[in-house]
Structure formats: C-alpha cells, structure tokens
C-alpha cells in the first residue's frame, strides 16, 4: 500500500491529497498537510457547486481530526474563497469537513455517537473537546443528517406532545411518526405559532396525506392539526383522558381530606388516613396490596364521595381496556353510560370532567375505533429526559434536539470505519 494511501486511512479521509505529515513536539500533535483532489476543488462550502475563485480567505486552517493512539493528530490545509452565485464569497468546501466546522467528518461522527450512548462529561474527557463544543457537534451531525435522510416521505400517522426539558417552563413540541417509532421533529416552545413551524416545513402537500393524528386536548394542537391537516382524524390520547379523571378523583380526595382536618391547619387520624390513601386510589385495582385493598374498603365506608369518585374513574379507564381488548362497540356503549353517569354524580370535579371529554366527543371514538394512543410518543418523551440527564443538560435546546433526532430518530452515524449497528 502506498505511503499516501496510509495515511488517508489512519486520518479517516476520502478525496484527499495528504501531501506531508509532521510532528509538533510543543503542542505534541501530529500534523497532516493536506488538499482536496482536483475533482473535489473550488467548490462552494454551502452547495458543492463550482465557483470561480474569489481570494485567499484567511490563508491555511487546521481542521481535528481522530486521534492516532496518544496524539492529537489535525489537518493542515489553505482554505481560500469562492465566489458563489448563490452564497457570494464563500470558503471553498473540503471533502474531510463540513461546512463551518473545526473538526474532521470522522471526529464528529464519533462524538456525536459517543453523545447518544454516554455522559457529555465522558465525551468532552475522552475526545479532548470543550464542553460546549459536544453540543455544537451535535447540533451539526443532526442537521447534515436530516438534510441526506427524508424522514417525512412517507408520514401518514403521527403523535404530538410537548416535554420539559429546563426549569422556568421550557418546553419543546415534539412530532413522532407512529408507524416507524421515529421522532422526526422537534422545536422550542408548545404553542400555535411552533407547531405550524412543523406543517409548514411539511408543505401542504404532505400534509394532505397525513390520516391520523393523536395528542393529548390541548386546544393549540386541536386548532393547528384542524387547519392543516383536512384530511387527518384526530384521537385523544386515552392516557391524558385517564390522567383528566385521576386529577378530578384527587380534587374530590382533598376536599374531604381538608373537610377532615376541621380547619386550616388541622390534623386528624381521619385526615392522615386519607393523605396517606391516595396510592391505593391512584394505581389499578389488579395492582393494589393487601395493604391498599384494605384502605380502599375503608374509603367504601368512611367517604362515598370519593369512593364514588374512585368508581368513576375506574369506570373511565375501563373504556380504554375494552377497546384494547377489541371490544370495540361495548366500549362505546360503556364512554356513553359514564358520560350519563358523570353527568349526574354530584361530584362538581367529575360533572366538569366530563362537559371536558364532551367536548373532545369526536376525538375518542377516533382512539376506540384505530386503537391510536400518544403511549409511542410519552415512551419517546421518557427516552428524552433520560438523555438529557445523561449529558448533564444542554444549554442550547438545539443541542438537546439533535441528540434527541440522533438518538430516536434513527439518524445516528456508525462510528468511524465500522458497519452502522445500532
């Protein structure tokens, strides 16, 4: 093998010239003196498409590339100026480096893979980067990549949901395709103006092909995905619309916990036990301990109200299992009793929750008949928050974004020289 071609392949480059290399005892790093092949030359760094020579730019640049055992090893390289039509005076593209980046193709594929998969702390120790630079990096691989990789041709079901991701309500909307599992976008915020952001991106076009949609009531997600998408039927997300009714069963516990006390401030036997009753309450009949089997027969008998309230929400949620189950005609019968029931409970927590689920009427037949739930995109949400406790948390929301887009989106790349096995 020639000289040359070794040393394309210790540097991990293609297209490339390497014209000399060196070692740097002061900074103790080994230095390649490189240039792009003559078919790979005077291109524009934005397009990749030729353009006529404009100046010298800041003359010769140092890209990093992987290091080669102990040592740092970078590319030395003149990086001059082309005049685009399109971009105007532009540095000339290098076939070993994105555009605007410091380091090698191969050096931000293995940070942005060691991202996915450890700390950013790890990743920042072992690849000798700072610590903002493992966002930047991040941020970057995810862009290339979801400029080669089309993600959206073939959307026809998705979720929408938004997550928090910082203290001081920071939140992102996110979008997952049903039928791969895949997150195919994110933004910062959760209102109206993000989520057109999406549709917007998507063309209208596209969007005329999506047929369903779940999410959770929001009003901002029901008013965009009505406009956008015409042709779309949306679904309540049956674990929001359960969650709806646990929140109205706790409202009615309070009421007689603070009933209990006798006054702001109080403490009874009567209002400790029922603070302490909420888990046997909250969790599912099939799941409860002796312990909480027990409590639930003493709410039976001490309160009715919440134990009525108890009954009701169990009453919701077995709606939801019989559609699972495929009964699908049974499962309507049964949202239609409980709407008459709630309707009349007396309880004012279960008489508003369901004027709520009225009006989401048309939404929860859609989840019964389609058997569409927002489970793929709260899993999605979880898998989020478990990588941004991984890298620390991210400053930049784009940072948590890409690794986000790497990690579940399916666009990570493999590492450097090695088949691509997620």
């Known amino acids: ?82 005049d685009c039509p399109e971009h105007g005076p532009t540095v000339v593209a290098v076939p070993w480096a994105r555009h605007g980046a410091g380091h090698t193709y191969a050096f931000d594929d293995q940070v942005a893979w060691l991202a996915v998969r450890t700390s950013k702390t790890a990743v920042e120790q072992l690849m000798r980067i700072a610590w903002r630079t493992v966002g930047a990096i991040v941020a970057r691989v995810a862009a290339d990549a979801r400029a080669r990789v089309d993600r959206w041709a073939d959307l026809r079901r998705i979720g929408i949901d938004e997550i928090s991701y910082k203290r001081g309500h920071r939140y992102l909307t996110i979008v997952v ?138 009453g919701l949620r077995l709606v939801f299992t019989l559609a699972r189950s495929g009964a699908k005609s049974a499962a309507k019968d049964a949202l239609e009793k409980w709407l008459s029931w709630a309707r009349r409970c007396r309880l004012p927590a279960f008489v508003d929750l369901q004027r709520r689920i009225v009006a989401h009427r048309d939404a929860i037949p859609v989840n019964i008949d ?11 949400n979880t898998k989020l928050r478990l990588l941004t406790r991984m890298a620390f948390g991210y400053a930049d929301p784009h940072a948590l974004i890409g690794l986000g887009l790497l990690a579940l989106g399916g666009l990570c790349p493999p590492l450097p020289g090695r088949a691509n096995r997620r």
């Not at 952001?197 to 929001?218: M, N, P, Q, Y």
């Not at 901002?220 to 709806?244: E, S």
């Not at 389609?370 to 999605?380: C, P, Q, T, W």
């Open 1 to 82: 093998m020639r000289f040359a071609r070794v040393w394309q392949r210790l540097l991990g480059v293609e297209r490339t010239v390497v014209e000399r290399a060196e070692f740097d005892g002061e900074t103790d790093t080994l230095v390649a003196h490189v240039r792009p092949r003559k078919r790979a030359w005077q291109r524009c760094g934005r397009c990749r498409r030729r353009a006529a020579w404009y100046d010298r730019g800041e003359g010769r640049r140092r890209w990093r590339a992987l290091d080669l055992g102990v040592v740092q090893a970078v590319l030395e390289a003149d990086a001059p100026r082309v």
């Open 177 to 314: 395709d049903h039928d791969t599992g895949y997150l195919v976008w994110a933004a910062p915020g959760r209102d109206k103006p993000t989520l057109r952001k999406f549709f917007d991106a998507l063309g209208a076009e596209r969007c005329a092909r999506i047929t369903h949609v779940s999410a959770d009531g929001a009003e901002w997600i029901a008013d965009v995905v009505a406009k956008r998408c015409p042709n779309a039927v949306r679904g309540a997300d049956p674990f929001h619309v359960v969650a709806w009714a646990t929140e109205a069963l706790d409202a009615v516990r309070r009421d007689a916990w603070n009933a209990a006390r006798g006054g702001k401030g109080g403490v009874t036997e009567q209002s400790k036990a029922l603070k302490k009753a909420r888990w046997a309450l909250w969790r599912n009949p099939d799941d409860l301990s002796e312990a909480q089997q027990a409590k639930l027969s003493w709410i039976a008998k001490t309160h009715p109200r919440v134990h009525r309230a108890w009954a009701l929400k169990e």
């Open 370 to 380: 389609h058997d569409l739930s927002n489970g793929l995109v709260e899993s999605v």
